[in-house]
């Protein structure tokens, strides 16, 4: 079973570049939602999503666009890269309330 | 608003020796609970979670976590630490109904000594 798969796990960019971060997840999840980590912070949620065509704003939204076209599909956008969206994404699912599954992360530089 | 303090950002126990990471939070409605657990390089996985029935919860790994509505605490604990057990630790809160939105903790970084 994939789970839930990101893409890239690795990528640097050029202050102002613009690029998405993909994730699928292959458990006909309803709720999807993105996070970044940074030290000392923990997690905190950038734009979450409880079905297809339906998204709403985290706590850090600002810089980032998303969409959800498909169950399966939830892709991050950074419209316009800055250094302090340098940092480790996850993108998470889950079929209630009750557990997310993770990915195994994309992390982000940004000179 | 829900949040979410975690308190000690590292945490150092002897092998053998008892866990307790300690997690309070702040919620205006009866709170979803969460400990999730992530190794090095790796995302994270749900350890247990409090999710109004019992309040003395069981996790994997044997994890525990007591819901103290009083003193607004779930802490975790394990009674004899090992080495496999280093890892961070990350409490998270939601609310009913609002599946895949958690508020996270700063996370504790907990490391075992042989």
């Known amino acids: 079973n994939a789970g839930v798969t990101q893409t890239p796990k690795f990528q640097v960019l050029k202050t102002g570049q613009s690029m998405t971060l993909q994730c699928a997840q292959d458990?006909?999840?309803?709720?999807m939602s993105w996070y970044r980590q940074d030290p000392g912070m923990g997690l905190r949620l950038i734009h979450y999503?409880?079905?297809?065509?339906?998204?709403d704003q985290g706590e850090v939204p600002n810089g980032y666009n998303v969409s959800r076209s498909t169950t399966e599909d939830f892709p991050l956008r950074l419209l316009s890269a800055a250094p302090s969206q340098t940092s480790v994404y996850f993108c998470a699912s889950s079929a209630t309330n009750e557990k997310l599954f993770f990915g195994s992360g994309t992390q982000l530089s940004v000179l | 608003a829900q949040s979410v303090t975690q308190l000690g950002s590292h945490v150092s126990v002897s092998e053998g020796a008892l866990v307790l990471l300690r997690c309070n939070y702040s919620?205006?409605?009866?709170?979803?609970l969460f400990w999730y657990v992530q190794y090095p390089n790796q995302g994270l996985q749900l350890l247990l979670k409090?999710?109004?029935?019992?309040?003395l919860v069981k996790g994997i790994n044997g994890f525990e976590a007591e819901f103290k509505k009083s003193e607004t605490s779930f802490h975790l604990t394990k009674p004899s630490a090992h080495m496999s057990d280093a890892a961070e630790y990350f409490c998270?809160?939601?609310?009913?109904?609002?599946?895949?939105?958690?508020?996270f903790g700063q996370g504790t970084e907990l490391s075992v000594k042989p």
């Open positions: 919620s205006s409605v009866p709170p979803y």
């Open positions: 999503s409880v079905g297809a065509g339906i998204t």
């Open positions: 409090y999710t109004s029935a019992a309040t």
């Open positions: 458990m006909n999840h309803e709720y």
């Open positions: 998270a809160v939601s609310k009913n109904n609002q599946g895949g939105k958690l508020i």
